[in-house]
């Protein structure tokens, strides 16, 4: 399951209550194109998407087994994270309507704090859509959110999410072992990066 970043920060209740309002009223317009906030007419193209192991494989939070049951739930609690104004589950579209690809950014206001997850169809993988959709994301989630530090894990194996997470100068901060849905754990390296960082290294 998702983790809060091993670093604790303290948000202010008010603080915490914008990031909430933040989430709740976020406009994906800015995020990118094609991006949408998931709905249940979603739920076909993300069991097509997912269930293709060279997607969801590297990826620990994700329902098992991925079909029409275990997604609908995992839609409706990403809904329900938007209300809370505790999550953002994302769908991008290509030019076809079809889903392409999904966002699940995970939000603790309390910590000022955001975790990222996500994938693209394998058909898209490897040309460089990754790395810099994984960039304008994590500007994004700091920018429009307002949260002050995001953790990101990977598989050890995951050299494509790894190499994407270190060129946008997340900092390694060793290994932890994710928790998956069933319980079972995951070894994976752990980064985090605060606000602070983001902008010094994008001099905002
Ligand atoms: C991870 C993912 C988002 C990366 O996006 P992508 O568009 O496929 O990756 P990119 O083309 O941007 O490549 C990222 C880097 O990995 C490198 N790379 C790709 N395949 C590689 C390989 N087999 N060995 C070494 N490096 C490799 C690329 O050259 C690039 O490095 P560079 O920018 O320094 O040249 C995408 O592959 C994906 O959705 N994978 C499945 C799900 C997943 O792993 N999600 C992330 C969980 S943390």
């Known amino acids: 399951m998702s983790a809060p970043p091993k ?10 209550e914008a990031i909430r309002e933040a989430v709740r009223g976020a406009d994906l317009a800015t995020l990118g194109p094609g991006r949408e906030h998931v709905e249940m007419k979603h739920v076909p193209g993300l069991v097509e998407l997912l269930a293709d192991p060279a997607v969801s494989g590297p990826i620990y939070d994700l329902p098992r087994p991925i079909n029409s049951d275990s997604i609908t739930r995992w839609v409706a609690e990403g809904q329900a994270q938007r209300l809370a104004g505790e999550g953002l589950l994302v769908v991008t579209l290509d030019q076809h309507g079809k889903v392409a ?12 704090s955001a975790e990222l997850a996500g994938a693209l169809r394998a058909d898209l993988q490897n040309h460089g859509q990754g790395r810099s959709g994984m960039a304008h994301t994590f500007g994004w989630i ?10 990101l894990t990977a598989a050890l194996d995951n050299v494509r999410s790894q190499k994407g997470i270190d060129a946008a100068g997340f900092r390694r901060m060793g290994e932890r072992e994710a928790v998956r849905p069933d319980g079972t754990t995951r070894r994976s390296v752990y980064w985090e990066m605060t606000r602070d960082e983001w902008r010094q290294r994008h001099r905002l």
Do not use: K, N
């Open 101 to 112: 690809g999904y966002s699940h950014i995970r939000v603790w206001p309390e910590r000022a």
């Open 7 to 16: 670093t604790v920060l303290q948000a202010s209740d008010d603080e915490a």
């Open 142 to 151: 700091f920018e429009t959110l307002g949260v002050r530090l995001m953790c």
